[in-house]
C-alpha cells in the first residue's frame, strides 16, 4: 500500500482543502504530521483547527514517535512531503532522517524575500547552500509561483524537479450566495468597492495603496482595510493626511467567514505587496467572482494570468499600481456575468480536488511512470463562457464591466 505522509510546522488551514482531496483518490495512507498546534497568532487571525480528513492528523508527536513514522515509511513506495526547508527545526532534522530511506522525497515551498537589502543576499547564499545539499537528493519542489520556480531555480535545484504550486481553498462561494453578501455590505452607489485583506505590516504595502488611491480622487471608489498589525496607527494618520477619509474603511480583523462575505460583495481584492510567498485570499477572491488586483512579488499573481482574471503590476511602483487601479475603477461596477465567467475558471483551474490531481501527476512523473504535467491554472487560459441561467433576473448583472 502507498504511503503519502506530509510534514508541517502546524495544521495549515490553506493546505487542508488540498490534502482532504488527494487522501480521497490516493492509492493508500495519506498522513499529516505537525510540529506543533495553532499558535495564539494564528488564532487571533481567525484560524481554527483544519479538517484533513480522510488523511489522518498528528499533532506534535514525540521524537520517538517521529522515529516509528519515518520507519514505517521508508519504504520506496513512501512518499514525504515537507513544507519548508529549514525553518522548522523538528521537521528538518526529519528530512534528514528521510533522507537516508529509499522513499520518494517532495519539498512544498515559498520563495524567501529578495529585496531587503543584505538580508535578502544572506537569505540567497543560504539557499544556494541547501540547493547544493539537497538538490539531488529532493525528487521533486512545489515552488510557489513564478516568483517561487525563479528563486529556487537560482538555488541551484534542477529545473525539470521543480514545479509551479500554490494553496488551493475551499469552494468559498458555496457558503456565501450573492444575495446574502449584498445584503449584509450594500452596494455603494455608484462607487467601486475595492478591498484588501491581510496584516498592516510595512511589506503588505498598503502605504503604496493609499498613495495610489490619492491620484485617483475624481473617480468613485471606496475601500475596505480587513486586518490589523504594527503599522496600523501610522496608515490611518496617512489617509488623513491624503484625504482619504471618507472613502477608507479600517475593519480590523474579521472571521474567515466574514472575509468571505465581503470578498463577493466586493468589485476586486487589491494585494500592494512588497513580497509575499502566496496569498491564498486571491484563491478566496476568484472561487466567488472577483478579480484580484496583485504586485509581482506576490506568488499568487500567477493565477492572474489573464486580464478578465485581474490584473499584475510591477511591486513597489505607484505609478504602475495606479495604473491598474485606475482601469478597474474606470470600468464601473463588476457585471455578474464576469463573476460567473471567473468563478467557472477557478473550478476549472484551481480547486483543491484539481490541484490533488496535478499533484498526484507529478508525483507520477517524477517516479518516471508519466509525462510532465502542466499547472491546470496554466493550462486553463480560455475565458468559460457563462451560464446564461445564471445571470437570467440577477440584479448585479446590470452593473458597468469593471478591469
Same mark, same amino acid.
Given at each position: 500500500?502507498?504511503?503519502l505522509?506530509f @510534514?508541517?510546522?502546524t495544521p495549515?488551514?490553506?493546505?487542508?482543502?488540498?490534502?482532504?482531496?488527494?487522501?480521497?483518490?490516493?492509492?493508500?495512507?495519506?498522513?499529516?504530521?505537525t510540529e506543533?498546534?495553532?499558535s495564539?497568532?494564528?488564532?487571533?487571525?481567525?484560524?481554527?483547527?483544519?479538517d484533513f480528513?480522510?488523511?489522518r492528523?498528528?499533532?506534535?508527536?514525540?521524537?520517538?514517535e517521529?522515529r516509528e513514522?519515518?520507519?514505517?515509511y521508508s519504504?520506496?513506495?513512501?512518499?514525504?512531503?515537507?513544507?519548508?526547508?529549514?525553518?522548522?527545526?523538528?521537521?528538518y532534522?526529519?528530512?534528514?532522517?528521510?533522507?537516508? !530511506?529509499?522513499?520518494t522525497i517532495?519539498?512544498?515551498?515559498?520563495p524567501?524575500?529578495n529585496?531587503?537589502g543584505?538580508r535578502?543576499?544572506g537569505?540567497r547564499?543560504l539557499?544556494?547552500?541547501?540547493?547544493w545539499?539537497?538538490?539531488?537528493?529532493?525528487d521533486?519542489?512545489?515552488a510557489?509561483?513564478?516568483?517561487g520556480?525563479?528563486?529556487f531555480?537560482?538555488a541551484?535545484?534542477?529545473?525539470d524537479?521543480l514545479?509551479p504550486?500554490g494553496?488551493?481553498v475551499?469552494?468559498?462561494?458555496?457558503?456565501?450566495?450573492?444575495?446574502?453578501?449584498d445584503a449584509?455590505y450594500?452596494?455603494?452607489p455608484?462607487?467601486?468597492r475595492?478591498?484588501?485583506?491581510?496584516q498592516?505590516?510595512p @511589506?503588505?504595502?498598503?502605504?503604496?495603496?493609499?498613495?495610489?488611491?490619492?491620484r485617483l480622487?475624481?473617480?468613485?471608489?471606496?475601500l475596505?482595510?480587513?486586518?490589523?498589525g504594527a503599522?496600523?496607527?501610522?496608515y490611518?494618520?496617512?489617509?488623513?493626511?491624503l484625504?482619504?477619509?471618507e472613502?477608507?474603511?479600517?475593519?480590523?480583523?474579521?472571521?474567515n467567514q466574514?472575509?468571505?462575505?465581503?470578498?463577493?460583495?466586493?468589485?476586486?481584492?487589491v494585494?500592494?505587496?512588497r513580497?509575499?510567498?502566496?496569498?491564498?485570499v486571491?484563491n478566496e477572491a476568484l !472561487?466567488?467572482?472577483t478579480p484580484?488586483?496583485?504586485?509581482d512579488a506576490?506568488?499568487?499573481?500567477?493565477?492572474?494570468r489573464?486580464p478578465?482574471?485581474g490584473?499584475?503590476f510591477?511591486s513597489g511602483?505607484?505609478d504602475?499600481l495606479q495604473?491598474?487601479?485606475e482601469?478597474?475603477i474606470?470600468?464601473?461596477?463588476?457585471?455578474?456575468?464576469?463573476?460567473?465567467?471567473?468563478?467557472?475558471?477557478a473550478?476549472?483551474?484551481?480547486?483543491?480536488?484539481?490541484?490533488?490531481?496535478?499533484?498526484?501527476?507529478?508525483?507520477?512523473?517524477?517516479r518516471?511512470n508519466?509525462?510532465?504535467p502542466?499547472?491546470?491554472?496554466?493550462?486553463?487560459?480560455?475565458?468559460p463562457?457563462?451560464?446564461? !441561467?445564471?445571470r437570467a433576473?440577477?440584479a448585479?448583472?446590470r452593473r458597468?464591466?469593471s478591469l
Amino acid at each position: 500500500m502507498e504511503r503519502l505522509i506530509f @510534514w508541517q510546522n502546524t495544521p495549515s488551514i490553506h493546505q487542508a482543502p488540498l490534502i482532504r482531496g488527494l487522501a480521497q483518490i490516493w492509492p493508500g495512507e495519506v498522513m499529516v504530521v505537525t510540529e506543533w498546534g495553532l499558535s495564539e497568532e494564528r488564532l487571533s487571525q481567525g484560524w481554527e483547527l483544519p479538517d484533513f480528513s480522510p488523511a489522518r492528523l498528528v499533532v506534535a508527536p514525540t521524537a520517538a514517535e517521529r522515529r516509528e513514522l519515518i520507519r514505517q515509511y521508508s519504504a520506496g513506495d513512501a512518499v514525504h512531503i515537507f513544507s519548508g526547508l529549514h525553518a522548522s527545526p523538528e521537521t528538518y532534522r526529519t528530512l534528514k532522517h528521510v533522507s537516508r !530511506t529509499k522513499a520518494t522525497i517532495g519539498l512544498f515551498a515559498e520563495p524567501g524575500r529578495n529585496n531587503d537589502g543584505l538580508r535578502a543576499l544572506g537569505r540567497r547564499l543560504l539557499y544556494r547552500a541547501q540547493g547544493w545539499r539537497w538538490g539531488r537528493r529532493i525528487d521533486f519542489v512545489l515552488a510557489t509561483g513564478a516568483t517561487g520556480m525563479r528563486w529556487f531555480a537560482a538555488a541551484g535545484f534542477a529545473r525539470d524537479r521543480l514545479f509551479p504550486f500554490g494553496y488551493f481553498v475551499k469552494d468559498a462561494a458555496a457558503d456565501n450566495r450573492g444575495d446574502q453578501a449584498d445584503a449584509a455590505y450594500p452596494a455603494l452607489p455608484g462607487s467601486v468597492r475595492l478591498t484588501f485583506v491581510g496584516q498592516l505590516v510595512p @511589506w503588505k504595502g498598503v502605504d503604496l495603496l493609499l498613495h495610489a488611491l490619492a491620484r485617483l480622487c475624481n473617480h468613485k471608489w471606496k475601500l475596505d482595510v480587513v486586518g490589523d498589525g504594527a503599522q496600523s496607527g501610522q496608515y490611518k494618520a496617512l489617509a488623513e493626511e491624503l484625504g482619504l477619509n471618507e472613502r477608507v474603511r479600517w475593519l480590523g480583523v474579521q472571521p474567515n467567514q466574514v472575509v468571505r462575505e465581503r470578498m463577493v460583495a466586493s468589485d476586486a481584492l487589491v494585494l500592494p505587496s512588497r513580497f509575499d510567498g502566496w496569498r491564498a485570499v486571491v484563491n478566496e477572491a476568484l !472561487t466567488v467572482g472577483t478579480p484580484a488586483i496583485v504586485s509581482d512579488a506576490c506568488g499568487a499573481g500567477d493565477l492572474v494570468r489573464a486580464p478578465w482574471l485581474g490584473g499584475v503590476f510591477q511591486s513597489g511602483s505607484i505609478d504602475s499600481l495606479q495604473e491598474s487601479l485606475e482601469k478597474a475603477i474606470g470600468g464601473g461596477k463588476i457585471l455578474e456575468s464576469r463573476r460567473v465567467r471567473i468563478r467557472a475558471w477557478a473550478l476549472e483551474a484551481i480547486a483543491p480536488d484539481v490541484a490533488a490531481r496535478y499533484l498526484m501527476e507529478v508525483i507520477t512523473h517524477v517516479r518516471g511512470n508519466g509525462a510532465r504535467p502542466t499547472a491546470p491554472w496554466h493550462a486553463a487560459t480560455t475565458c468559460p463562457q457563462p451560464d446564461s !441561467t445564471l445571470r437570467a433576473g440577477s440584479a448585479r448583472s446590470r452593473r458597468g464591466e469593471s478591469l
